[in-house]
């Protein structure tokens, strides 16, 4: 739904209704911002003004927002955690007020200070699921392949063992061209990263061999720089299809949700680490800038470890 065609019954006063309703067109028609994203950002804000009007006891106006204190947004997200909210939600639901404020700063009609003092709810640390090695090796076969056409079905062998093999998020390896792998030479390709970071990804014969596999029987030519994974019809592959893809394997295969194309990345690195990978040059391998977001390997790993310690050992 669009911010101009809302229908919803918003609880504050017209003038805050009206600057609200800007600032949601602003972030669809000047910050291109994804629709889903303003959908939540609504939502967000929404329950904030219901929530301001109880604590009020009348729907705020825009004199009621403009120098939000650090006391308002805890009783806000605490109200919110009693409904359920997760430290997720809660963290987006601030991020949205922030940024509805913020246009307002600009506007010179509030004062963001006292939500720069609030501190957003501790995200918990989810540890990424790799896959055993054996199920990772099948979902880069071609012959595991759901798909009926070869061209295809080699295409979608040469993606996941990209992203198994080196390490690549799906982005990266959809993004590579025909002369990224010819100046690959047998050795070790050039990939950009997140902001536009380059690194070196050594590539084992087996990435090549997909490669080549698929190259040979892709029925379209295949330019220099232009893209190398390509869809049915010719144009770039898109992540979605990869997905889905994946979808259907891993049902085929009998592995669990968490068997998705950025697991496969998970799961190099958890092999590499599992078999004496340094990781220092593991985080040099995902292209992570920071080496404490590599770190948590090292705990995916330490749980194996105590799993298998507790299940062999005698007096576990």
């Known amino acids: 739904m669009s911010p101009s065609s809302q ?66 947004m805890r009783g806000f997200l605490a109200s919110r955690r009693q409904n359920g909210a997760k430290a997720r939600t809660l963290g987006r639901g601030l991020a949205g007020i922030r940024s509805l404020i913020r246009y307002l700063e600009k506007k010179g009609l509030a004062s963001s200070a006292g939500l720069a003092a609030t501190s957003a709810p501790r995200q918990p640390k989810t540890l990424p699921k790799a896959l055993p090695a054996s199920s990772a090796i099948r979902l880069t076969k071609a012959e595991e392949q759901l798909h009926e056409t070869p061209w295809i079905a080699a295409r979608e062998a040469a993606v996941l063992t990209l992203l198994y093999g080196c390490g690549l998020r799906i982005g990266e390896a959809l993004a590579l061209t025909p002369v990224d792998i010819a100046r690959a030479e047998g050795n070790s390709l050039r990939v950009t990263g997140k902001g536009g970071v380059t690194r070196l990804v050594p590539v084992i014969p087996q990435v090549f061999e997909a490669i080549a596999t698929y190259q040979k029987l892709c029925p379209y030519s295949l330019g220099s720089n232009q893209p190398l994974f390509r869809g049915a019809r010719g144009g770039m592959l898109h992540a979605a299809i990869v997905q889905r893809a994946m979808r259907q394997m891993r049902s085929a295969l009998g592995l669990p949700d968490s068997a998705t194309p950025h697991a496969l990345r998970h799961s190099f690195a958890t092999h590499l680490l599992a078999n004496g990978g340094d990781l220092r040059t593991i985080q040099e391998l995902l292209g992570h800038a920071s080496l404490s977001t590599t770190q948590i390997y090292t705990a995916i790993d330490t749980s194996r470890l105590l799993d298998i310690y507790e299940k062999a050992h005698p007096r576990a």
């Open 7 to 72: 229908k919803i019954l918003i609880s504050c006063a017209d003038d805050l209704a009206q600057e609200r309703r800007n600032w949601l067109l602003h972030l669809r028609d000047q910050r291109r911002v994804a629709p889903k994203t303003i959908d939540a950002y609504e939502r967000d804000t929404r329950q904030f003004l219901i929530h301001m009007t109880t604590y009020l006891g009348h729907p705020p106006a825009l004199k009621d927002v403009s120098n939000l204190k650090p006391i308002d």
